[in-house]
């Protein structure tokens, strides 16, 4: 059996990118594929720390469990929800690889250099993140990840260290994960995923943004988020075309509705293709964006922490099992323990 696994931060509400990038994909394939794989979501509350902390870490956790189910998760036994915190073998194990991971390697990491190179007042965590995001997969021998696009080289550094540390042992201790080239496909699609900031479609859409006006959360008011679409920045070409390097700005916008209805990228293309009033494109994105979320969140409403809780504890039950077991498995090749 295959294992699938996800896990999204929860270091403040989920945007739109979050949900088409990462959420929804997870969910389509976890119902696809959870009657011959193994599926764990899990929340990534250690990898949540390294952000500022904004006190709503338990409000967060909660609701994006609520966030998968009102996707459209069908919960069975093949599906695995739990918390990182829970599970202590993340940490034990981030520590036994940061050991076989290198200064060099983590430090060429895009969104350390982003967020944390040069600067003394950057936490090791940021540093790290990529180590513990290694554990939470080898963990598991997961061996498709269907992240966004951003998170491609961690899982490229994934594979190194697991890699790295079978031959150093010479055993398959870790499930190689797929090639992103093949965790694309697999999630349908010819690349991660990228949704753009509102603002400046430059830059991805981030939940860290500081410009409200940027993203779109996805406990906005509808009304309110239409207004952001509206407001979003384009270009002065005058032409509708899908066209990510000249044109981010449209391409997003069309790139969105496509994925918020749920209809393929070229038809959406072929519908906009050539016009020339950018306000219709917008108001059409605007309607759906807004429809989309009036929906979700009356689904997201409907569910009780109750529910959560209770599929929480089931999970965390089970990937104790699991991550218990194999990092008993290295703890044994690398001489902490004795096999027995
Ligand atoms: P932060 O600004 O705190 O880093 P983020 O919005 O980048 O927040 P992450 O928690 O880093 O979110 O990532 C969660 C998941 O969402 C990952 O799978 C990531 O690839 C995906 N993701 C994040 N932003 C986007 C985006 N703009 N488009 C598509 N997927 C995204
Ligand atoms: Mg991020």
Not at 75 to 99: G, K, M
């Amino acid at each position: 059996m295959k294992t699938i696994l996800t896990g999204i931060r929860v270091n403040g509400e989920l945007t739109l990118g979050n949900y088409l990038g990462a959420l929804l994909p997870m969910t389509r394939l976890a119902n696809q594929h959870s009657q011959d794989s193994k599926i764990n979501i899990f929340i990534p509350d250690l990898h949540t720390i390294i952000s500022d902390i904004d006190g709503n870490l338990q409000t967060n956790l909660i609701k994006s469990i609520k966030y998968y189910l009102a996707s459209g998760l069908e919960l069975n036994d093949n599906i695995h929800i739990y918390r990182q915190s829970f599970v202590p073998a993340h940490s034990e194990l981030t520590w036994l690889l940061n050991c076989f991971a290198t200064m060099g390697e983590v430090s060429r990491m895009i969104q350390y250099k982003e967020k944390g190179e040069g600067k003394d007042s950057a936490n090791v965590g940021i540093f790290d993140y990529p180590v513990l995001m290694a554990a939470d997969i080898l963990l598991y021998d997961a061996n498709y990840i269907p992240v966004g696009e951003d998170q491609f080289q961690h899982l490229e550094l994934t594979r190194d260290i697991a890699i790295r540390i079978n031959n150093r042992f010479d055993q398959e201790i870790f499930t190689i994960p797929a090639k992103t080239t093949d965790q694309a496909k697999f999630m349908g699609v010819d690349d991660g995923i990228r949704i753009r900031s509102l603002t400046n479609p430059e830059k991805k859409m981030s939940k860290s943004d500081i410009s409200e006006h940027s993203k779109i959360m996805l406990s906005d008011d509808p009304e309110a988020a239409a207004k952001k679409i509206m407001s979003a920045t384009t270009d002065s070409i005058g032409k509708i075309q899908f066209d990510m390097f000249n044109q981010p700005g449209i391409s997003n916008l069309l790139q969105i509705e496509s994925l918020i209805t749920n209809q393929p990228l070229q038809i959406v293309i072929s519908r906009w293709a050539g016009e020339t009033n950018y306000g219709d494109l917008k108001n059409q994105v605007a309607t759906s964006v807004k429809t989309f979320l009036t929906d979700f969140q009356t689904k997201v409403n409907d569910i009780t922490d109750q529910k959560v809780l209770e599929v929480l504890e089931k999970g965390e039950i089970y990937a104790n099992q699991i991550a218990n077991a194999k990092l008993h498995q290295v703890q044994v090749a690398l001489g902490l323990r004795k096999n027995a």
